[in-house]
């Protein structure tokens, strides 16, 4: 099952920024970046419990090429105390930032 992805702008100032830097370092590498954070949060949307929590309920999923980690929480806001599994349209799942793996994220 597939759960709401939701976009920090901070995650998306840091795609916008780290693409436009691979393009200057290299013509079509910036598709390549993009495609590879795209791979890596797909893959949080089927699997957001897979990864670890790391800091303050936020887990990092690293993308298979490029040296950057995808930070996210999985809010999972199950109010009813029932088990209605069909009921999941309070889980989400915020992506807060990509960084580089050489960045300190509490920084």
Not at 26 to 51: C, H, M, W
Not at 70 to 83: E, L, W
Not at 99 to 106: E, I
Request: no cysteine; proline share 3%.
């Amino acid at each position: 099952m597939k759960y709401q992805i939701i976009y920090h702008t901070d995650a998306e100032n840091d795609i916008r920024k780290n693409k436009k830097w691979y393009k200057e370092q290299q013509a079509g590498l910036e598709k390549r970046f993009s495609l590879a954070v795209k791979e890596t949060i797909s893959y949080i949307s089927v699997n957001p419990l897979l990864f670890e929590v790391k800091y303050r309920n936020t887990r990092v999923a690293f993308t298979k090429i490029f040296p950057f980690g995808v930070h996210y929480q999985f809010d999972n806001n199950n109010n009813n105390n029932n088990n209605n599994n069909n009921n999941n349209n309070n889980n989400k799942i915020i992506i807060l930032t990509i960084l580089h793996t050489s960045k300190n994220p509490l920084v």
